[in-house]
Nanobody
Framework: QVQLVESGGGLVQPGDSLRLSCVDSSRVFSINAMGWYRQAPGKQRELVASITAGGSTNYADFAKGRFTISRDNAKKTVYLQMNSLKPEDTAVYYC???????????????????WGPGTQVTVSS
């Protein structure tokens, strides 16, 4: 059974950094592809970044150059390092797990059915 728990959100000023963490309780975390999403008030949830089981990464245009997704299979954790934060980055950030073996064999990521409860990130002066 997959249980995801995010942490690391908070209130920061523009230009600051945050590192979000998501712990995945899956028995075999290493085969899961993972994604970070965010949802701002009144907006749809959007993909921020993803990382495959093999470590290939993908970023939304707004995240490129500022955010870095990484994973530590030994700790069953995926991270989102966010630098140079802007007020428009304010949102609830969610972790998503793609447990489909097809994704593992093809080293791809697609939105899975497993979500964490989210962690709030607020960027404000």
């Amino acid at each position: 059974q997959v249980q995801l728990v995010e942490s690391g959100g908070g209130l920061v000023q523009p230009g600051d950094s945050l590192r979000l963490s998501c712990v995945d309780s899956s028995r075999v975390f290493s085969i899961n592809a993972m994604g970070w999403y965010r949802q701002a008030p009144g907006k749809q949830r959007e993909l921020v970044a993803s990382i495959t089981a093999g470590g290939s990464t993908n970023y939304a245009d707004f995240a490129k150059g500022r955010f870095t997704i990484s994973r530590d299979n030994a700790k069953k954790t995926v991270y989102l390092q966010m630098n140079s934060l802007k007020p428009e980055d304010t949102a609830v950030y969610y972790c998503n797990a793609d447990t489909d073996l097809d994704s593992y064999y093809s080293d791809t990521y697609k939105q899975g059915n497993h979500w964490g409860p989210g962690t709030q990130v607020t960027v404000s002066s």
